[in-house]
């Protein structure tokens, strides 16, 4: 069965750190681009940062210089390292997998609270 | 930066058919997909590549994209289909962008 499993997610500090992890089950995961998405509780879907096969990264605006995406592909995994934490940043943060120009398979989620 | 617009609701009786409109700059010259996300769920993929269904989407739900606008159909909706429904395109200045959002209500 094609999976993914994030976690990491937890209460952080204005100005923390958190890393979220995605586990890849069910599919060859070095083939795929992979990516993170958010959605603040009772909003939208927002894209947040991408990694590609080869490594290239892609970020939203409003993270870069603050987030790191990155992959492990020997251990099926994708990662989020998030810096100097906003409120704004508060939402549930979904792993997905990109394919034919779309998110074919997400994950459930993983909450990130950014509250002093 | 690129922004994808998306009626805030749509109403629909059980059995009827349900347009959801996403409206962008030249849409029409880009991929559209459009996922499905029911209350306390993760997003499902219903429709890629403006027209074409994942594996496992019933035939009633179908896309276009032509112009600035790309629309979901679901033909003979039911019950089940009640959910929010986003619409999303690549763009070169945004990326990976997300519509509004619309909450399909069958009443």
Redesign the interface.
């Known amino acids: 069965e094609v999976q993914l499993v994030e976690s990491g997610g937890g209460l952080v500090q204005p100005g923390g750190s958190l890393r979220l992890s995605c586990a890849a089950s069910g599919f060859t995961f070095s083939s795929y681009d992979m990516?993170w998405?958010r959605q603040p509780t009772g909003k939208?879907?927002?894209?947040v940062s991408?990694v590609g096969t080869a490594g290239d990264t892609?970020y939203?605006v409003s993270v870069k210089g603050r987030f790191t995406i990155s992959r492990e592909n020997a251990k099926h995994s994708l990662y989020l390292q998030m810096n100097s934490l906003r409120a704004g940043d508060t939402a549930v943060y979904?792993c997905a997998r990109f394919s034919?120009?779309?998110?074919?398979i997400?994950?459930?989620?993983t909450m990130v609270t950014v509250s002093s | 930066s690129y922004e994808l617009t998306q009626p805030p609701s749509v109403s629909v009786s059980p059995g009827q058919t349900a347009s959801i409109t996403c409206s962008g700059d030249k849409l029409g010259n880009k991929?559209a997909?459009w996922?499905q996300?029911k209350p306390g769920q993760?997003?499902?993929?219903v429709i890629?590549?403006d027209n074409?269904r994942?594996s496992g989407i019933p035939e009633r739900f179908s896309g276009s994209n032509s112009g600035n606008t790309a629309t979901l159909t679901i033909s003979g909706t039911q019950a089940m289909d009640e959910a929010d429904y986003?619409c999303?395109a690549?763009d070169s200045s945004a990326?990976?962008?997300?519509?509004?959002?619309t909450k399909v209500t069958v009443l």
């Open positions: 990516h998405v939208g879907l927002e894209w991408g892609y939203q979904y034919d120009d779309s998110f074919d997400w994950g459930q989620g | 991929y997909c996922y996300q993760s997003p499902v993929l890629y590549q074409k994942p986003y999303q690549w990326l990976y962008v997300f519509g509004t959002g």
